[in-house]
């Protein structure tokens, strides 16, 4: 298996170990250890990217001394037991939105920053409160679904097993309309850091509906429903017409069929060593499309059965496709 693909698994095991952590019922760690886990996580990641678009070559991820454009007279950097020291999360990540095909675009790159800007604040938490709380899970949120839907486009891992989520504390009682009581009850640096994250939020441009598939912070709302009787019934997704109907956003749904027909077929040509984007594609991809946990077929004004529409899918649609193509073989 290539090295990227081993740093890509590694990064969903920290990932995981970050929503572990912070999930604990009762742990005073929580933020800091979050952040510091996730952004080890978020560096893998983008490690593998780099490597994978670089040929699996180790040592494009070195630093240098020197300048790396002369190779003679390039002096690699080591650290104190001799490794060579590898580029960091920002300077990737920064090379990656330079790169209008990586996929990672601004509002995932903000959110990076203000989660490296909580861990390296961390030291320095010493007035947490239910505001605090509430702006890091806004954040930690953010960057989880930012992860899982770069994860999947860049190495089709199938993360159906993990629950990929951040338990709500809007259990506390005005949990997510709080505000800082007293600003002045914070530190200096907390302050700061309060002010740096508020920055990166405000600055963030209103999304074109469908356009933005990566999100600066997400805002989580719970709401506890007292149930008419005993008899209350469960719901789950189901094509079960006697189901209880969930009304949701088509910015929710959108999440969960992030790819376009584009970026479904680039997703198809990494996987498979025989696809090709001819009529054998079209006819298996068709009948496919009556599926609507595969695919969200969306029309631009809904109101007029004549408009144009538009398919997403969803990722999952790849183990359809896995019974008629072959895999890449695992180096």
Known sequence: MPLSHDLAEKSVQAAIAAIEIYNKPDFHFREEAFSLLMTNSWELLLKAKWLSDHKEDVTSLQEYDNDPAAPSKRKVRFNRCGNPITFGLTY???????????????????NLLALVEV????????????????????????????????????????LSRYNFFLMPLSFYHGFEAVAPASVSRYSE?????????????????????????????????????????????????????????????EEDLLKTFPWTYRMLTENLKKRYSDFCENKTYHDIRRPLETDKKLVLTRSLHPSNPKTSKQKFYNPNIVNDFDKHYQRRAKV
């Open 189 to 249: 640096q907390m302050e700061r850091l309060i002010a740096y994250l508020d920055t990166l939020d405000h600055a963030q441009p209103e999304p074109a509906l469908g356009a933005a598939r990566q999100d600066f912070a997400l805002h989580v709302e719970t709401r506890l429903v007292r149930g008419k009787d005993a008899q209350a019934v469960a719901f789950r997704w189901t094509d079960d017409p006697s189901a209880p109907a969930v009304a949701l956003r």
């Open 119 to 158: 861990r390296d604040t961390s030291a320095h938490f010493l007035n947490k409160d239910l505001f605090f709380g509430r702006r890091i899970q806004e954040i930690g949120t953010a960057s989880l679904s930012n992860f899982l839907a770069l994860v999947t486009e860049w190495f089709q891992l199938d």
């Open 92 to 110: 990737l990540a920064n090379k990656l939105l330079e790169d209008k095909n990586s996929g990672l675009e601004k509002p995932c790159y903000d």
